[in-house]
């Protein structure tokens, strides 16, 4: 079975790694990329091959929150 690729946007460094350790440790997931804020998610998101099949946003960020960025989403 395909890995549910996973793209995280979170501003706590901490918080970020745990995530990704935990999901990139569990069978089935693979995340793809961390991003601190909205703006790196849509920047990263437009210039990478591989999309994600799902996106974790932190919904309270300096910049763009997390509620904006996942206007942006498509």
Known sequence: MKDILIAITEDDSLI???IQEYLNNSEGYKVL???PEGQAL????ATCETLPDVVLVDLKMEGMDGIATTK???
């Not at 849509?42 to 998101?45: F, N, Q, V």
Request: glycine letters at 0%; zero cysteines; a positive charge.
């Open 72 to 74: 942006h989403l498509k």
């Open 42 to 45: 849509l920047t990263k998101l």
């Open 33 to 35: 990329f961390t991003v």
């Open 16 to 18: 970020a790694e745990l």
